[in-house]
């Protein structure tokens, strides 16, 4: 079915024809989709994020469309007769602009629910108008590439049905379509993206900020006698090393003189020229600096820019009287998603690397004068911190425990426990067998399980119900997610439902904001919450409830 618009002088030609060429079913189903797209998700958004999200699913809704129509007619099944299908068509169109209206009439309501959730102000107005037009700016954009794959498909087809069957043709012409495509988009946009992107996060890796000063303590990664050049840390490498608590911060926690420096080692991407090399140096740095001295060692494994959350980083340095050392290695200054695209096991090659060199000589020392190994990491850290150990390899003398933080929804690890949680648990809140081993935790704190004990290693999860990194699903496609299920975590909105199709691009948007949140929601976890699970899994001597209590209002100001 076709758009008919009459001719008169009042349309231009080319808008008669591209109106007649358009699906009816498609627009009606892209309508729908659109309508949809306003709905709330896991994350606000701004009036772009909207708009990108809504002409997304109004060319996706088309695309249904269009493929149903094809079908129906392939298939050979009966259509009504011509004045049957125009009352149908006019008693859809009446539906989906009725649809399309109340959706409108309700998305700023809407993004609201989301915003209170969050503690964020109120927004009077969803700028409907900005959102439609660019929508259907991308529309345009998304069919007039459509068109064109089918234009070469077509042409493809054609020159081929001269030598061989219709049938077979129309294979070999879609073949070269995809072919010329993909060659276009992966061999030169991404190619071309790719290097832009390389080139600009590197200069902005090896940018080193006036205030930034080369350490005077020798004990301190990058200073003069450090085995690490200070320029070769990268810029997120000469962040960690230089900040975190002092010893005042420490001792003025405490009340008392007996704390220790933290020792922050970290290895840049350019202080060594392979993965190998840079484990061994940060194995030697450690040695150096005393490491293997303290009462706790962490192997902290980055993020894709190479950076570390203070947030997770300093209160574990209060809570152990600075009596830590910490350690990590860089292996990659481009954003996670941009790493996991161009090198996606270096992450995990440089994690086991580091992992094995530091472990193979921590259990070489005897067992009860070397400090306790934790593993930690927040995003796509976590999944390559994860993939550092394997159980067989550890089994017989085990490291501590781990503190995973809004594990991306490949972790291999994290998708294993939660699919086999406990019944009467929420996706969002997993509990696993009898949590001796691994447990979930969110805002609040769930990490003691009554009738619980702790088994030789501690791992826990920290994790937000409106983090889209860690409950983003392709699935989401064709069925509800299980974390949709009633009851839904605390920063989740009641209104959110789910859409074929359309829920699925919602989340891919929110995965591109899920650090824009405030602190305490989406990708951006909170001092306070870490603090519940590092207490949990390190078990500082001597901490009580109270020291929590302080600790938190220390951060918290």
């Known amino acids: ?13 080319w808008v008669a024809r591209f109106t007649a060429s358009l699906s009816v079913i498609g627009v009606l189903t892209g309508t729908l989709f659109f309508a949809a797209s306003l709905t709330p998700s896991l994350l606000p958004r701004t009036y772009l994020m909207q708009a990108f999200l809504s002409g997304l699913s109004l060319s996706a809704g088309y695309g249904v469309g269009v493929f149903v129509s094809w079908l129906w007619a392939y298939v050979g099944l009966p259509s009504p007769p011509a004045r049957i299908q125009r009352y149908l068509l006019y008693a859809a169109s009446i539906v989906c602009v009725l649809v399309a209206f109340t959706f409108l009439w309700q998305a700023s309501g809407w993004q609201n629910t989301v915003r209170e959730i969050m503690e964020l102000e109120p927004v009077d107005t969803a700028h409907l108008l900005r959102v439609g037009g660019i929508a259907f700016v991308i529309f345009l954009l998304l069919l007039g590439t459509a068109r064109l794959f089918h234009l070469l498909f ?188 161009a090198e996606p096991e270096f992450g995990a090659d440089t994690a086991r690397a580091v992992f094995l060199e530091v472990y193979g000589y921590w259990t070489s020392l005897p067992r009860d004068e070397r400090p306790q190994l934790y593993l930690h990491g927040l995003s796509l850290g976590a999944m390559n911190s994860d993939l550092a150990a394997d159980l067989y390899d550890i089994i017989g003398d085990p490291f501590s425990g781990a503190l995973w933080s809004g594990p991306p929804f490949r972790s291999s690890t994290w998708r294993t426990v939660t699919d086999m949680r406990r019944p009467d648990s929420p996706a969002w809140l997993p509990r696993f067998r009898d949590g001796s081993i691994i447990r979930f935790t969110n805002q609040d704190n769930h990490l003691e399980l009554p009738g619980a004990a702790w088994g030789p290693i501690r791992i826990v999860f920290l994790q937000y119900a409106s983090d889209p990194i860690t409950f983003f699903e392709t699935e989401s496609f064709y069925r509800q997610p299980a974390w949709m299920e009633e009851p839904r975590g605390p920063d989740v909105a009641s209104e959110l439902r789910w859409y074929p199709v359309v829920t699925m691009l919602q989340l891919a948007v929110d995965m591109a904001a899920a650090d824009t949140t405030p602190m305490g929601y989406g990708h951006v976890y909170a001092p306070e919450h870490y603090i519940d699970a590092w207490v949990e899994v390190t078990d500082p001597p001597g901490w009580t409830a109270a020291d929590t209590a302080r600790l938190k209002a220390r951060f918290a100001r």
């Open 154 to 341: 077509r042409f493809s087809a054609l020159r081929f049905g001269r030598f061989i069957p219709d049938h077979v043709a129309n294979v070999a012409g879609a073949l070269v379509a995809i072919a010329v495509f993909w060659s276009v988009i992966d061999g030169v946009l991404f190619r071309y993206l790719l290097r832009v992107s390389d080139t600009a996060y590197a200069q902005v890796d090896a940018w080193v900020e006036p205030e930034q000063m080369r350490p005077h303590d020798p004990m301190q990664t990058g200073s003069l006698t450090s085995l690490i050049d200070w320029e070769s840390l990268g810029r997120r490498g000469r962040s960690f090393v230089v900040g975190g608590p002092s010893v005042e911060d420490i001792s003025d926690f405490h009340g008392n003189d007996s704390v220790l420096k933290p020792i922050r080692v970290y290895v840049g991407l350019n202080s060594a020229d392979t993965i190998e090399e840079r484990a061994e140096l940060a194995l030697a740095e450690l040695k150096r600096v005393g490491a293997f001295d303290r009462s706790v060692l962490i192997l902290a494994t980055p993020t894709g820019t190479g950076w570390l959350d203070p947030s997770a980083m300093d209160p574990v340095e209060y809570l152990h009287r600075g009596d830590i050392a910490t350690v990590a290695v860089q292996y990659s200054y481009l954003p996670s998603w941009l790493s996991l695209l």
């Open 1 to 13: 079915m076709r758009f008919i618009l009459r001719h008169s002088d009042k349309v231009p030609d």
